[in-house]
């Protein structure tokens, strides 16, 4: 028997690219603020009186989250920010640290890979990843925002991966990695033997941090870029951040036939059409993301 087609043709409406994500509008997450608008979504670590430290509740909490982003097309970029004067102090002293100690290895391994996940699920999301950085960004809260695309910091913002200052490895969560591709091998090789403390000058001279902004003018400025971006042709961002991940692992060749790949994909959207129209006509484009 062959199958025919509707009358009316296939419906490209009966696969919902929603599947999987959640709504930003009503998301309510339990171990961080969340606001939504205009694209643009925030994601607030909020327990200032303790410098906004992570558990392992958030730490499962953000993974899922990022991971949902995957599939929240609505969203198209994202910040995240610590709530008061700092960013964030890392994995809870009371509540992780302790724990820990009295762990097997079966159960830190997967605590480990929990931590590991999270750094995968925020390079994994399509959405560029804008971080406003104040005050204390230490050990994990250092390495999220490694993770993000963008970093806007204050000069109050102290950096450090601090990891061996607490008797572990510098290799956590993805560090030996990323951190040289961001401000070369040797650099990032004496943050992570030392866990000496990055000034905001130094981080913005070696490439960590994009600008040092004012503390009163630090949300503003994230924001903005931000929006500016979910203004953007979003599919086309989400292309790009792929590829600055994946290429990591590839050759010259590879990547350059790759990117070959990903520009004719974004060649076909609708952005691409809207762009030549709209410079045809000199007026600018109003990307749809799609």
């Known amino acids: 028997m062959t199958a025919t087609a509707p009358a009316d043709g296939p419906d490209p409406a009966a696969f919902d690219v929603r599947v999987g994500g959640l709504e930003p509008e009503t998301f309510a997450p339990a171990h961080f603020r969340w606001a939504f608008g205009q694209g643009v979504a925030t994601i607030t670590l909020d327990r200032p009186a303790r410098k906004n430290p992570l558990t392992f509740a958030s730490y499962a909490e953000l993974r899922d989250t990022f991971r949902a982003l995957a599939y929240t097309p609505d969203v198209k970029a994202v910040v995240i920010a610590g709530a008061g004067d700092n960013f964030s102090s890392g994995g809870d002293v009371h509540e992780i640290i302790g724990p820990l100690t009295a762990m097997a290895m079966p159960q830190l391994l997967a605590f480990t890979r929990l931590t590991g996940d999270l750094v995968k699920a925020m390079r994994g999301c399509p959405q560029p990843l804008v971080a406003a950085l104040d005050g204390v960004c230490v050990g994990a809260g250092a390495i999220v925002a490694m993770a993000c695309d963008i970093r806007f910091a204050t000069p109050e913002t102290r950096t450090a991966f601090l990891f061996t200052r607490v008797g572990l490895a510098g290799c956590d969560m993805g560090a030996c990695a990323m951190l040289p591709r961001i401000i070369g091998q040797g650099r990032a090789s004496e943050l992570l033997y030392t866990g000496r403390t990055m000034t905001a000058e130094e981080g913005e001279r070696w490439g960590f941090h ?19 971006l979910a203004a953007g042709p979003s599919f086309a961002h989400g292309m790009t951040k792929t590829q600055l991940h994946t290429e990591w692992a590839m050759g010259l060749d590879a990547a350059i036939e790759a990117e070959a790949q ?3 994909i974004c060649m076909q959207t609708r952005d691409f059409a809207r762009a030549y129209e709209a410079f045809v006509a000199k007026a600018r484009p109003a990307f749809g993301g799609d």
């Open 262 to 264: 990903a520009q004719a």
């Open 210 to 228: 994009n600008r040092l902004v004012d503390r009163a003018e630090l949300a503003q400025t994230a924001q903005r870029f931000a929006a500016d």
